[in-house]
């Protein structure tokens, strides 16, 4: 299914938004190829919302410039709508129009043959499960029968290219799942995704990955290039007293971060540094603390906290 | 063939939501209702049963008789009989009464000299209405003057009927009432459409989708129309029942009138949604607009009356136009032929009007 294809659907280069003095999106270089789940992942404010729009037409950009399924951006985007689906952030169906009214709409709007519509509208409520919500007000809907309706809205015209903003924020673990298995079958249907989240888990099934922070692009690539290539060892410490421990660990100058997951601390340190293991285990002995060491791969979110911190580090320096 | 599909559903979508919206459904009938009814019955040059007082100091049978013709025509009505003309100016110092009569004691040797004035009207002169009402019972006092000799005909003394049928103003005023009603709902409907969309964020989806302006704009205005001429209907009916309004002219011109009119004021709601930011902001301005239009298009003071300067203005506003037009119909038997110019006017406003919308109007976030 994974055919690697080298026909890029969305192709950026130095896409920059400003807002007043705030460089939401700068000098963004992207390169989305085919039949691909691509993903945004990004902190609040990181600039992913900002750079769908532009990439949709909605924004003009301040400088630089992106092909769009051989559109140009900013250019005539109009001819690019048809062609597009977009979900947006926020719910943006009519919420005083039942779920099939909504469909209908969006079904009238971009044309859909009127015979094979009903048809289509049918397939997409059973496929996205909204069988007893047909004749609901979408106002009232919950925050996950709201998601998949605007998905099966966005997907209704058969677009070659879904925008997706952040989808599944309200969505729960197992209808999750769901979720990304219809995404993945589009993705087979030929269909280019490109996905932000704020969710690591999320982050890991797509094929590719782009990290954004402060409206920069700091990482991207395969979630296991990217895994492979952090530049940092991961140190799991499990220790009798994780707070004091912790205190302890920060107070390194080598360490880039430590978190607590549970009981378990993970800790950062470059690859530059010689021995991090010893180091974590002196500091700890040195005071009395009991603790168990081991060095485990990186995950998602440790190279995501490697780059958004690399790129901090130089500003709180100045 | 598609563009067509795509008008009739963001047609369809604007019904469904406005049937839903009982609010604003009740308001399509209410406030035509309920704005005929005070316009009707509150503007009322007729003025009748002014508050007032009396003070005879005559007391002769002609003085009486006086006082009993002053009464029939229900213009004043005496709630204080009082001594003295200081009184009443008490009375109207304090805004108790609106006017007062004085009949001095040599009453009735004014009137056989006729060369005097031969009762004081006294009247609160800071209401011009009033002031009004003052002039026009001079010219009963007139009838008084000119009158040879007190004798048993004074029963049947002629007293000028003061309420005088082809004057009446609900008939002058539900016309340009019309008007006045669709402005507001007109402007009001469309004036919150496009804002209330981009609030509520379902703008941000719809402009990424294929739907042109053009049909988004009129899909918006068409079926405000109908509803318009709906409440046209109701008030022309209300009209006829309440007020006895005439339509002398034909129905047909009116509608055609109106839907122009209608066409005009959509329009002109249609550009304010694309400059507001909020539905706020957007009920402000039609509020701001519809001033003007109830001020100076004739509904209130005669347009020929008003400074140069704004009848210019005046000239700008579709209420202006639409006025002439269903007074002209609905009271003097008017065609829509012979008012052409101004139908014309109306067309022209609607397309400048819609076109600024569209070109305002872009399929953009920034
Ligand atoms: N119209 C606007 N005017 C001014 N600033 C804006 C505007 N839109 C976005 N911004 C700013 O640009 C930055 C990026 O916003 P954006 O919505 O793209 O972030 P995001 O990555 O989508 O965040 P989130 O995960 O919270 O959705 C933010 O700091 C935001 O405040
Ligand atoms: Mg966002």
């Given at each position: 299914m994974n055919v690697v294809n080298t026909d890029l659907v969305i192709k950026a280069r130095g896409l920059s938004k400003n807002f007043g003095n705030l460089a939401a999106v700068s000098d963004l270089d992207l390169d989305v190829p085919r039949a691909m789940i691509y993903g945004f992942l990004g902190p609040n404010g990181s600039g992913k919302s900002t750079t769908i729009r532009m990439l949709c037409g909605l924004l003009t950009p301040s400088s630089g410039s992106a092909v769009v399924l051989g559109t140009e951006v900013p250019g005539d985007t109009e001819a690019l709508k048809p062609r597009i689906g977009y979900m947006t952030q926020k719910f943006s169906l009519y919420g005083d129009l039942t779920c099939i009214e909504n469909l209908r709409f969006i079904a009238d709007i971009y044309s859909y043959p009127r015979e094979k519509k009903a048809a289509r509208i049918n397939e997409l409520i059973h496929k996205y499960d909204l069988t007893a919500q047909v004749h609901q007000f979408t106002g009232t809907l919950s925050g996950g029968e709201k998601q998949r309706l605007a998905l099966a809205c966005a997907v209704l015209h058969k677009p070659e290219l879904l925008f997706l903003d952040e989808?599944?924020?309200?969505?729960?673990p197992k209808s999750r799942r769901d979720f990304w298995a219809s995404l993945f079958e589009l993705v087979e249907m030929g269909t280019t995704i490109l996905v932000s989240t704020h969710y690591m888990d999320e982050a890991e099934r797509c094929h590719r990955l782009a990290i954004l922070d402060h409206g920069t692009k700091v990482a991207d690539g395969t979630p296991t290039d990217l895994q492979a290539s952090t530049g940092m060892t991961v140190i799991e410490v499990l220790a009798d007293n994780p707070a004091r421990a912790q205190a302890l660990i920060k107070r390194l100058p080598d360490v880039t971060s430590v978190t607590q997951l549970g009981l378990k601390l993970r800790v950062l340190i470059p690859n530059t540094t010689p021995e991090p293991l010893s180091l974590v285990t002196t500091m700890l002995s040195e005071h009395d603390i009991h603790a168990s060491t081991e060095e485990v791969p990186a995950s998602l979110e440790d190279v995501f906290v490697a780059v958004t911190q690399k790129k901090r580090a130089p500003e709180t320096s100045e | 063939m598609n563009s067509l599909g795509r008008l009739f559903a963001v047609m369809g979508k604007e019904l469904r939501q406005l049937r839903r919206d009982r609010l604003t459904f009740a308001m399509i009938v209410g406030i035509p209702i309920m704005q005929i009814l005070l316009f009707g019955y509150a503007i009322n040059t007729d003025v009748r049963n002014l508050k007032s007082a009396i003070a005879d100091q005559a007391g002769t049978h002609l003085s009486r008789q006086f006082i009993s013709d002053l009464k029939q025509t229900q213009v004043l009505d005496f709630q204080y009989v009082v001594e003295t003309p200081m009184e009443i100016e008490e009375l109207l110092r304090t805004g108790r009464i609106s006017a007062g009569v004085y009949i001095p004691y040599d009453f009735d040797r004014r009137v056989i000299d006729g060369n005097r004035f031969a009762a004081h009207l006294l009247v609160d002169g800071a209401d011009p209405t009033i002031v009004g009402v003052a002039n026009q019972l001079r010219s009963m006092r007139v009838t008084f003057d000119t009158w040879e000799a007190p004798s048993e005909s004074a029963g049947t003394l002629e007293v000028r009927p003061f309420y005088n049928p082809d004057q009446r103003s609900a008939v002058y005023v539900v016309p340009g009432l019309i008007g006045i009603i669709l402005t507001f709902t007109m402007m009001l409907f469309t004036a919150v459409s496009i804002v209330r969309e981009r609030e509520l964020g379902n703008l941000e989806l719809l402009i990424n989708t294929p739907v042109r302006t053009i049909e988004l704009m009129v899909g918006k205005v068409v079926p405000y129309i109908v509803i318009g001429l709906v409440q046209l209907g109701l008030i022309v009916a209300v009209g006829q029942l309440?007020?006895?309004?005439?339509?002398?002219?034909?129905f047909v011109d009116l509608y055609l009138a109106a839907s122009v009119f209608i066409a005009a004021n959509l329009a002109l709601g249609l550009f304010v949604s694309t400059i507001v930011k909020t539905q706020f902001q957007a009920i402000q301005a039609t509020i701001f607009m519809i001033m003007p239009s109830i001020l100076i298009t004739g509904f209130i003071f005669p347009f020929d009356g008003m400074p140069k300067i704004i009848q210019y203005i005046g000239e700008i506003l579709p209420n202006t136009h639409f006025i002439r037009m269903t007074r002209g119909i609905m009271l003097r038997d008017a065609s829509l032929g012979d008012m052409a110019s101004e139908l014309l006017i109306l067309v022209v406003f609607t397309f400048v009007a819609m076109t600024a919308a569209i070109l305002r109007f872009s399929k953009r976030l920034d």
């Amino acid at each position: 299914m994974n055919v690697v294809n080298t026909d890029l659907v969305i192709k950026a280069r130095g896409l920059s938004k400003n807002f007043g003095n705030l460089a939401a999106v700068s000098d963004l270089d992207l390169d989305v190829p085919r039949a691909m789940i691509y993903g945004f992942l990004g902190p609040n404010g990181s600039g992913k919302s900002t750079t769908i729009r532009m990439l949709c037409g909605l924004l003009t950009p301040s400088s630089g410039s992106a092909v769009v399924l051989g559109t140009e951006v900013p250019g005539d985007t109009e001819a690019l709508k048809p062609r597009i689906g977009y979900m947006t952030q926020k719910f943006s169906l009519y919420g005083d129009l039942t779920c099939i009214e909504n469909l209908r709409f969006i079904a009238d709007i971009y044309s859909y043959p009127r015979e094979k519509k009903a048809a289509r509208i049918n397939e997409l409520i059973h496929k996205y499960d909204l069988t007893a919500q047909v004749h609901q007000f979408t106002g009232t809907l919950s925050g996950g029968e709201k998601q998949r309706l605007a998905l099966a809205c966005a997907v209704l015209h058969k677009p070659e290219l879904l925008f997706l903003d952040e989808p599944t924020s309200a969505v729960d673990p197992k209808s999750r799942r769901d979720f990304w298995a219809s995404l993945f079958e589009l993705v087979e249907m030929g269909t280019t995704i490109l996905v932000s989240t704020h969710y690591m888990d999320e982050a890991e099934r797509c094929h590719r990955l782009a990290i954004l922070d402060h409206g920069t692009k700091v990482a991207d690539g395969t979630p296991t290039d990217l895994q492979a290539s952090t530049g940092m060892t991961v140190i799991e410490v499990l220790a009798d007293n994780p707070a004091r421990a912790q205190a302890l660990i920060k107070r390194l100058p080598d360490v880039t971060s430590v978190t607590q997951l549970g009981l378990k601390l993970r800790v950062l340190i470059p690859n530059t540094t010689p021995e991090p293991l010893s180091l974590v285990t002196t500091m700890l002995s040195e005071h009395d603390i009991h603790a168990s060491t081991e060095e485990v791969p990186a995950s998602l979110e440790d190279v995501f906290v490697a780059v958004t911190q690399k790129k901090r580090a130089p500003e709180t320096s100045e | 063939m598609n563009s067509l599909g795509r008008l009739f559903a963001v047609m369809g979508k604007e019904l469904r939501q406005l049937r839903r919206d009982r609010l604003t459904f009740a308001m399509i009938v209410g406030i035509p209702i309920m704005q005929i009814l005070l316009f009707g019955y509150a503007i009322n040059t007729d003025v009748r049963n002014l508050k007032s007082a009396i003070a005879d100091q005559a007391g002769t049978h002609l003085s009486r008789q006086f006082i009993s013709d002053l009464k029939q025509t229900q213009v004043l009505d005496f709630q204080y009989v009082v001594e003295t003309p200081m009184e009443i100016e008490e009375l109207l110092r304090t805004g108790r009464i609106s006017a007062g009569v004085y009949i001095p004691y040599d009453f009735d040797r004014r009137v056989i000299d006729g060369n005097r004035f031969a009762a004081h009207l006294l009247v609160d002169g800071a209401d011009p209405t009033i002031v009004g009402v003052a002039n026009q019972l001079r010219s009963m006092r007139v009838t008084f003057d000119t009158w040879e000799a007190p004798s048993e005909s004074a029963g049947t003394l002629e007293v000028r009927p003061f309420y005088n049928p082809d004057q009446r103003s609900a008939v002058y005023v539900v016309p340009g009432l019309i008007g006045i009603i669709l402005t507001f709902t007109m402007m009001l409907f469309t004036a919150v459409s496009i804002v209330r969309e981009r609030e509520l964020g379902n703008l941000e989806l719809l402009i990424n989708t294929p739907v042109r302006t053009i049909e988004l704009m009129v899909g918006k205005v068409v079926p405000y129309i109908v509803i318009g001429l709906v409440q046209l209907g109701l008030i022309v009916a209300v009209g006829q029942l309440l007020f006895n309004v005439p339509l002398r002219g034909s129905f047909v011109d009116l509608y055609l009138a109106a839907s122009v009119f209608i066409a005009a004021n959509l329009a002109l709601g249609l550009f304010v949604s694309t400059i507001v930011k909020t539905q706020f902001q957007a009920i402000q301005a039609t509020i701001f607009m519809i001033m003007p239009s109830i001020l100076i298009t004739g509904f209130i003071f005669p347009f020929d009356g008003m400074p140069k300067i704004i009848q210019y203005i005046g000239e700008i506003l579709p209420n202006t136009h639409f006025i002439r037009m269903t007074r002209g119909i609905m009271l003097r038997d008017a065609s829509l032929g012979d008012m052409a110019s101004e139908l014309l006017i109306l067309v022209v406003f609607t397309f400048v009007a819609m076109t600024a919308a569209i070109l305002r109007f872009s399929k953009r976030l920034d």
